[in-house]
Structure formats: C-alpha cells, structure tokens
C-alpha cells in the first residue's frame, strides 16, 4: 500500500467494513457506558463522561504516537503515503485532546468544583494541544507539500522526545488528577461492569481514527496526485 | 590532519559571526533590552511589594528569558540564506553539523550570555535574595545553551517565513526548561536540593546537541531540494 493509487483501491475496498464495524462498535460502547452501566456510588450519573474523557485523552497521546512513527518513516525512506498520513493524522489527534480537555472541563466543574485546575495531567495535555497546534501550523505555513510533511517529521520526532519530559517535569510540578484507572498491564482498580464498557469504547475510538485517517487520507491523496493520469482515469477525464 | 581541518572550520565560522554580530550593536543589545523592559513590566503591573516580587521572581526571570532568547532566532540563518552564504557553506563539503553548532554557539553568545549578565540585574529589582544568585545562574546557563538548541531549530524550519511562525514552534517544547529552571530557583529560595533539576537540564542539553543539531541540519537541507 506504498503507493498513492494503490491505497487509494485498496482502502476503498475496506472502506464499508471499516465503517460499519467502528460505529458499531463505538455505538454499543457508548450505549452500555451511558445507559446500563451502573451509577458511580460517589459521583452519581456525572461520571458516565468517563466513557468519552478517557478514549479521547487515550487517543490524543497515541495519534501522537503514531505520528511520530510515520515521521520517522517519512524521513528514512521518503514513503510519500507516511507523509501524507502524518499530515491526515494531526487535525484528529488535535481533536481528541481538544475533546479530552473539554469533556475533562465539564467533568472537573462538579466533581472538584472547577473548570480548570493547574494539575499535572491536564496541564500536559493542554500542552500536547498546544504542540498539535504547532505541527498543523507549520504543515500549513510551506506551500510545497512534500517539503511541508518532512518539516512536520523532523517536529514531530522532536516532538515524542520531548513529551515524556515534559509529562515528567510537570509530575513534578503538580499533581491532583486521579491516578490512571486504565492500564492494560494491571489489574483495573475500577468495577468491571464500569471497565467492560470503557474498554469497548476504547477499541470503538481507536477504529473510529481508523475510520477517519482513511477518509482524511484519501483526500489528502486526491488533493495531490489531482494531475495524475490514475485520478484522471478515476474521475472519467475531469481534471 | 582531519581533526585540526573540523576545529579551523568551527573558527573560521565562528570568527565571522561574531565580527558581523558586533559590527551592529542592535543584535546582542536588543535581546539585552527587551529582557530588562519584560522584568520592569512584572513590578509595574503586580506593584512593588517586596514579598511578592521576590516570591514571583523565578518565574518572572525565567519567561522574560524565554522571550529575549526567542527574539533573536530568526537571525540565526535568515540573512545568511538571504544572501547565498548559506547555499556556499552546504556546496563546500565542511561538515554541516559544525555549521549548525557554531551558528547555536553564536547566537547563545548574542543572546544567552548578555541575558546571564542581565539577570543579575532583574533578580537585584526584583528582590530575589543573594543565595539564590548561584543556582539562578546556573540555570539560566544551561536552559538558554538549549533554547538556542531548539531556537536553531524553529528557525531552520521557518526559514524565510513569519517569526511568530518560529516562536509558536519552539515555546510549547521549552516547557520542560522552563518548569526545571523555575524549580531550580524556587527550590533555592526554600532551601531545597536542587541539584536534581539541574542535572535534568544538563541531561537535556547533552541530548539536544547532538541531537537538535542533526535535525536542524535536515531542516536546512529542506531549502535546497
């Protein structure tokens, strides 16, 4: 799938199944987490935006992952589709910590009685936001695109170094936020009637970036093989 | 043979830096004054209690820092790029790491270094006691040598674009500096072991040189595809 036309063939192929499975699964996760669920004994029904908080802030770190790694890949061996993934894959990764930072906000107000603490974790995710930010605008800033995804990679490696320091040095600095409930290495230390849920809605995010990486990339493709004989023969002869 | 030819580069370079940096006064001078005038501005907004500015002064130090070191990091390649000596130093075949550490090494002696001096000033203003004079020094030498790092950087890769381009590239990624080299200061105020934190900012520089220069390098190179 290295090349444009054939990711283009070949993710229209997967197109319908990816859809289908990602809402679904997506839908039954949220489904169970808002209505079946039980009540949090402490918090009451205010808790139940834990089934979007926690995906989206999960999501937020791991695109950021992954853009790192097509950076690193773009940079090596010049694969023009990581390029073009790279740059598809921000916008929604800035997204998910957008939404992370906002359903935490609505969370915050009556569980601790404020919108917005200067607390460890949701100040490092305000400054992943804030590197999202500068990715997407330095992508934007250089008009030849190629030059513009290598810029973004050599960023974006910058990037995956220096976010665990700076999630460290503000460890450091403060802490309120509840420790992580989700780990997939250890036991959750949350009911697993609450788990089962969250867990569903996990995979349901992750399929559902699946979902959108590929309409955004397909776009992406089209804006810029546009003169290329393959979209050309695509779209009947329109230019 | 080899090594003598690496080190003659490195001063070749650096000689002629510094003679057309000091040949306009404006470019160690500004960052210089605008350090000063951002610290004048604390105690005029917040007022002039004694307490409060010297529990503030870490912090005020520190952003007025960032600030001035930001200022100065579009010069770093922008005029050399303009006027082909850039394009000359790529075709000559010297190594362009060495290139890339010089032009960092220059503009932390424009920026940083007058900075350090400086702060010596703004932390007298600004009531900071005379214990933590050490440890702010400290600091600063360590957290300005990497903001010119990630400043090389930020204008290697928004060359001949906006400035405000290079400073919303770079400010997000010296927060680390910034929290280390506040804790540094606040720690001493406290009388707290703050040698942990320097050793932190000592780490990241040791990483960053390598490291920051090598991308760099890569981001230069983008202009001349």
Known sequence: MG???????????????????????????????????????????VYRILFIHVPSAILGQSIFMFMAICGFINMIWRAKISGMMLKSAAPIGASFTLLALVTGSIWGKPTWGTWWVWD?????????????AALIGLHSTIEDKTKADRAVSILSIVGIAII???????????????????????SPSMSPDMYQPLLICVIGFYLFFALLLTLNLRNEVLEREKNKNWVRQLFGGLS | MMQSSISDWLTIILRRDLIIAFRRSSTYITPLIFFLIVVTFFPLALGPQESLLSSLAPGVIWIAA???????VETIFSEDFRDGTLDDFFISLEPSFILVFAKVLIHWLITGLPILIASMIAALVLYLPFESFIPMIFSLLLGTSFMSLLGALGAALSLGRSAILSAIIV?????????????????????????????????????????????????????YE
């Not at chain 2, 804790?183 to 707290?192: M, W």
Request: aromatic share 12%; glycine share 6%.
């Open chain 1, 120 to 132: 460890a974790r949701l100040t490092s995710t305000l400054i992943l936001f804030f590197i999202y």
């Open chain 1, 3 to 45: 090349s444009p036309p054939l990711f283009y063939k070949w993710s229209s192929k997967i197109l319908p199944w990816l859809s289908i499975v990602s809402i679904l699964i997506l839908g039954v996760g949220l489904y169970w987490g808002m209505f079946y669920a039980p009540t949090d004994y402490k918090q009451g029904d």
């Open chain 2, 171 to 223: 400010l997000p990624f010296s927060i680390p500096t910034l929290l280390m080299g506040t804790s540094v200061i606040s720690s001493s105020l406290i009388n707290q072991d703050f040698s942990g934190y320097l050793m932190i900012m000592g780490a990241m520089l040791a990483i960053g040189i390598p490291g920051l220069c090598l991308l760099t390098v890569e981001a230069l190179l983008l202009n």
């Open chain 2, 66 to 72: 960032l600030l001035a070191s930001l200022l100065a």
């Open chain 1, 164 to 186: 665990p320091v700076i999630k460290k040095s503000v460890d450091w600095w403060q802490t309120l936020h509840q420790p992580s409930t989700f780990t997939i290495t250890s």
